[in-house]
């Protein structure tokens, strides 16, 4: 833009941006579009009209079914969700101050392999995993599939913050030990109150993993333990009955919701997180 | 307040590794000032974090007061450092930065009010307590930095080359202040810093290192009249001692140096040189301001005629550089009476003040005055060589 003069020349390259930057923002909304509007129509509605058609009745009734369904689910992804967010952002965040400034023979190497949990499959773990549950007693139950959520978000978390916390310099932790603090005073009072960018990051991160994970959570629990993600595949997936569109689209947009919210509320800080420490300053 | 001293310290930081520190020993006086100076690299910080104890030590003892406290954590060594980068804790105030060590410590909180009022007035940053460290300029984070370090009133203060992140007037600025402060408090201090002036002006004592090795502990004045080797000769000083290569002759019993400035020759009467060292290849050592103009007070001492080929006025002085036995020498003149390029100049030497060392491993020749290690009355001895 040209700022210098102040006037505001459009020029047919900057109509050529928009144009294609609008473009891509109607391509990725459609879809919400599609949904929106479908879950607000009637059945009848939806095998007459055309999928962008506007509802002729607009009705909530998909909604009160919709939530009717995955109701106790929800309440399940949260009792998953919350506590394996919080512990293993909890103790990424150990594991990466450890990483970082207190560095022990071979903490390089360990580093290291533990990247390697970055890169596994889902697929790959199920078995061990299943097994290593049933040998601890905790096959088939919630705290069991909070445990495998716990572990396998350790490589993220821990990766996330031993990155964020080599750009403090090595002086803070030297000036607090003379200063007479010790381990955990140092990254209670110091590294911690520092953290926030990262912490975020971590918990928009792990929150949006494990929410929106299926897998694990088809495996590692059953019936009436299961999160909305499975309950939403049933719900889609029945055979018997007329297919109610607007109930899916409901349920799929509540079991999308808290996901959205998060971003809303703790985005900000996920760009600003991503990128810290990149320039100094 | 107390003394420290260094017995045989060692450090490694590996099996095949080379040593990073090698049987340093030195010991000050309670209340003394120590700068530890040297090039980057040459084991200074690292000497530092292991008195310290952010470092450990692979050999020796680091005695503080009548405690050896090589084994102790840094929490139980009662002594605090300033940083480099100052270390502020960004998210805490400066109030609470200087608190800091206090709280954890369990003092009472009426004792610490107390003692943060006496830094901060002490330091000129009462007005900074609520402030946090990103908003201050950087002389500021260096007084608060300082005040963190004052506020526990331990027992050795450790100074990581704390002036070098500031602009050369401020720096000028609070070195100055920092020998003030010494003056007033009189805490045993130990000062690291590449820079020699600093390294000059504040301490007490000063030790040159280079590659893990002391090359020299002394005051001041020792290192800078009396280098013991080529090094401390070379790091001391600005402008820089001169060094002529040359070989030494026997003439009519005396041991002389030839110097030759492509005009003239002249003999510099080496008397206080032992036998035996005729024909070696030694290199002379004249500080800029130890070559003078010829005048005719000073009559005895040698003369030679050279060339002026670049004159740099400083201000105070101006710097003469003439051909001395193929070697560019400077010399320090008064500015109201330094030639021009072109002209002729006629030099003057004391010889008495003329160093010798040795071509081949760079060692003084001759006497050296200096403190070796132990000693603690301060009395000028022999300098012990490694």
């Not at chain 2, 402060?181 to 000063?206: C, F, N, P, S, W």
């Amino acid at each position: 833009m040209n700022s210098l003069a102040g006037k505001r020349s459009i020029s047919l390259s900057r109509i050529a941006i928009y144009a294609v930057l609008i473009f891509a923002v109607l391509l990725y909304l459609v879809p919400l579009v599609v949904m929106l509007l479908t879950s607000f129509k009637t059945p009848e509605d939806i095998s007459t009209g055309n999928l962008l058609s506007w509802p002729t009745v607009v009705t909530g009734i998909g909604w009160v079914k919709a939530w009717a369904t995955v109701d106790g689910y929800f309440w399940n992804s949260i009792k998953i969700t919350v506590p394996a967010v919080l512990a293993s952002t909890a103790i990424g965040a150990l594991n990466g101050y450890v990483l970082s400034m207190w560095r022990f023979r071979g903490s390089q190497l360990f580093f290291g392999l533990l990247l390697f949990g970055c890169f596994l499959p889902f697929q790959t773990v199920l078995l061990p995993a299943s097994f290593t549950l049933g040998k601890m007693g905790l096959a088939s139950t919630t705290t069991g599939l909070v445990f495998v959520h716990i572990v396998y978000g350790l490589a993220f978390t821990t990766l996330f913050f031993r990155n964020y916390y080599v750009s403090i310099p090595d002086a803070l932790v030297k000036a607090a030990r003379l200063d007479g603090a010790g381990f955990f005073t140092i990254f209670r009072l110091i590294i911690l109150p520092m953290s926030t960018p990262i912490i975020m990051v971590c918990l928009i991160w792990q929150f949006t993993q494990i929410w929106n994970d299926f897998l694990f959570g088809v495996v590692f629990s059953s019936g009436d333990s299961q999160p909305i993600t499975v309950a939403l595949n049933n719900l889609v997936n029945t055979s018997t009955g007329v297919k109610e569109y607007n109930v899916d689209m409901a349920a799929a947009m509540i079991a999308g919701l808290p996901t959205l919210l998060v971003y809303v509320v703790a985005g900000k800080y996920f760009v600003r997180g991503l990128t810290a420490g990149a320039v100094k300053g | 307040m107390a003394t420290l001293e260094l017995r045989n310290v060692n450090k490694t930081y590996g099996a095949g590794l080379p040593d990073t520190l090698k049987n340093i020993e030195l010991s000050i006086k309670d209340g003394e000032f120590l700068i530890l100076v040297g090039p980057s690299g040459c084991g200074k910080s690292t000497l530092m974090n292991c008195i310290a104890g952010l470092e450990n030590i692979t050999g020796g003892a680091i005695m503080i007061g009548d405690e050896d406290v090589s084994g102790m954590s840094p929490k139980d060594r009662d002594i605090a450092m300033v940083f480099q980068s100052y270390a502020l804790y960004p998210t805490m105030s400066v109030r609470e930065n200087i608190e800091f060590g206090l709280k954890i410590r369990k003092m009472a909180q009426s004792a610490i009010d107390e003692e943060v009022a006496r830094v901060a007035k002490l330091l000129q940053i009462e007005h900074l307590l609520n402030r946090k460290p990103g908003q201050l300029s950087g002389g500021q984070q260096q007084r608060v930095a300082m005040g963190r370090a004052l506020a526990r009133r331990p027992k050795i203060y450790l100074f990581d080359e704390p002036l070098s992140n500031l602009d050369a007037k401020l720096r000028v600025e609070m070195r100055t202040e920092m020998k003030l402060m010494h003056q007033r408090l009189k805490t045993t201090t130990v000062y690291v810093t590449h820079d020699q002036i600093e390294a000059m002006t504040l301490g007490d004592k000063v030790a040159v290192m280079k590659d893990g090795i002391i090359q020299q502990f002394g005051t001041p004045k020792q290192i800078y009249n009396d280098p013991a080797n080529l090094f401390v000769a070379s790091f001391i000083g600005s402008p820089p001692m001169n060094f002529i290569p040359l070989r030494l002759q026997r003439k009519d019993g005396r041991l002389v140096a030839l110097l030759d400035s492509g005009q003239a020759r002249c003999e510099l009467p080496m008397s206080m040189i032992d036998a035996g060292l005729e024909d070696r290849e030694v290199i002379l050592g004249l500080r800029p301001e130890q070559i003078v103009l010829a005048s005719a007070e000073v009559t005895g001492a040698p003369t030679l005629r050279a060339d002026v080929q670049v004159t740099e006025p400083t201000g105070p002085d101006t710097l003469v550089f003439v051909q001395l036995n193929g070697t560019k020498v400077c010399c320090r003149l008064a500015p109201d009476v330094a030639p021009q390029v072109g002209e002729a100049l006629n030099l003057q030497f004391d010889p008495a003040k003329v160093l010798l060392f040795d071509a081949q491993t760079g060692e003084r020749l001759g006497t050296v005055t200096s403190l070796p290690a132990q000693d603690r009355a301060d009395n000028v001895a022999q300098f012990k060589g490694r």
